[in-house]
């Protein structure tokens, strides 16, 4: 029944018996290596680093990916290893000189995660090989052997995770970004039908506009596994970024056109026929995310674009000014949803490698010009900012395992290794984590202790130990992983003494050096949690969200000012795209993180669309309505300058709330676009220019848009609204 019961415990916590599959490779790989550098070549340094390899890729690394793609990076990565494995070798014969050398690898290794976030997993492994390889006694001559049986260990294991019993592969970003896309559409063309028929076009809308909704939520970055999330520098992931924005601008571009649908049926309204183009365009561009499909064709949409552009109704002769106010807002929201459409379409193109020619490049995709490198330095550049979260937590991690290697040094501990890998194990980017991470680090190697210690007291041959060994893997990695942390610590513990019962037998004093070093190794990184940047991300997430929200008002603005005659804004938008790249970088964190109470109070997923809206609607915009298009009409400059200065008020307000991680102070209602527009009424029939007119709308209703998107931004009434649930 115990059994039984443990079983039942077991498959609860791991459906589909994925953690188990995976822990019946490595212990498959770690004895076949282990037997045959051991037991078969008789070298126990051939054994150690063939084991330790095993151990550090196929545990410590969380690697992205399906198992094809898992193999190859295990694969490719060799020569950092062999790297690593050489400096930390050539690094050992002084304690001072392995510390240092620990400090700049450290950073080294765990900084390069900012260039592609989902790599980050890779970091704790190569952390492993030359914390080992760093340690007494200094045999640069055994260098040969050290690097074969790493090696081996890799090979064979890249070679399991695509042949024995590989994963099941989980749903990833982009095929959450094909379904979102179909979502979409259809809420599009439930819209469409909405605004030819009111009275029989809300058939299923509202169940269609709820999945909309619930697909392109599931698209925010900190919903989705760190190693699947598109986070990388890297062109085709900056793409798909842009298009899950530009799937939320389309969403709520929807939302404003249906709540302005006409009273009365109009069966040949452009905006309708505009938004069934964009409907089209929409589900073809999420199609050509497939594997091998054909880039998405932008022709229809254009063509369907210029065609609303010239119905745009602003009258005609005398009855010019007696504008159809309604339907230029309707038209104006139709409009200004096909270019988001748009962009979605040049985002899935380069998502998927082609190249883009003409106007394409410009804006958003200024960056498609550069190769891989180039963009790279770019995320490393920015990052080198004392706001940015990676740099805190390599500086962080890379101090720790510094003083953990002076001090096992000094210390002269015999497996003094195991001081870094406790510090690995226990620091975390928040000193609440960590602290949470060191009571389990600490009863489990305690327990392990206790009873390895007994064992080594009682059973004195090695081959006990080496008969037990596939046994004690498969505990330590698949069940002790499934019940828990105290359980993992305490049954590697226990894997550990079986390992080293049969490389350099030291009886019950292997146990107890065990306990000592893992002690020491969990103060220092509890040490290094508490004193270097404590707060984790949620205190750089207020901050980077604040100045996020402070450079989006000022592209605001700026973007006003251009419309009126100033220049092309383009430095706010990069401000802003900088300023993105490290608020999207703490959210991500943040989700990794016990949220402080300060940081729970905001709803994030709310004040990130609020950013995220201002810039990409603000360069749709411009493309259409060009700078200077209303420098000559005067009258509309007071009227703009005076919106603008209410939103970016309204920006600098929530940036304060946000920065001091107060609750979202309530926006005024938005009204809807017929009301938006009676303001300007007087001002419509002032003008000669039927294109004025239309600048005019435009522009007047990316404003009120954007103060759309503030409004949605309630006080929370209680609870967690940190945004890791439920709708933006």
Known sequence: MLGTSLLGRLRSRDPGDAVLRRAARLTLVASVV???CRYGAGSPMLATY????????GSFAQLPGPAPQRARILVTSLPAVWALIAAGTLLAWSTWAAAGGMLVIGFVVAFAGVGNPRLVGLASAFQLF???ASFPPYQPDTLPE????VTLAVVLLAVAEVFLWP???PVTYRQRLVEATGGVAAFLEATAALLTDPRGGHGGRDTRRERAYDAVAGLALGRNPPEWAPTAAGARDRALRICAAALREVLAEADRLAADAPPEPIPDLAAARLLSSCAETTRAAGGSLAPGAP???LGDLDAAIGRAERAYPVGEGDDRHAPDVPRLCRDATALALADQVRVLAVGARVANGSRLEGEEVSGQFEYARHGPWTLYWRQFRLHLAPRSDYLHSSLRLAVALAVARVAAGVL???????VLLATLTVLRTSAADTRTALRPAVLGTIAGVVVSGGLLLLVQEPIVYAIALPFTLMLAFGVGRLLGPVWQQALFTVLLTFVFAQLAPEGWRLAAARLVDVVLGAVIGVVAGIAMWPRGASRDLRRN??????????????TIRAVLGGPRPDQAFERVRRSMVLVDSSYCQYHTERPEPPSRRVDWDAVLAAGHRAVPAAESLLRRNPPGCLAGWPAVAPLLRDSAGQLRSEYDDLADEVAHGRPSGPVPPPADCVDELDRIRPLLGAVGSQSSIRHLVEVDRWLAGLADSLSRIHPPGGGDVSGRGGKP
């Open 34 to 36: 282990f037997y045959a």
């Open 50 to 57: 063939g084991l330790f390899g095993v151990v550090a890729a």
């Open 130 to 132: 030359y914390i080992l």
């Open 146 to 149: 050290r690097l074969a049986g």
């Open 167 to 169: 994963d099941p592969v």
């Open 295 to 297: 880039p998405v064709d």
């Open 412 to 418: 002269s501990l015999t497996h003094g290794f195991w």
């Open 545 to 558: 969200a604040g100045r996020y929200l402070e450079a989006s008002a000022d592209a605001v603005d700026q």
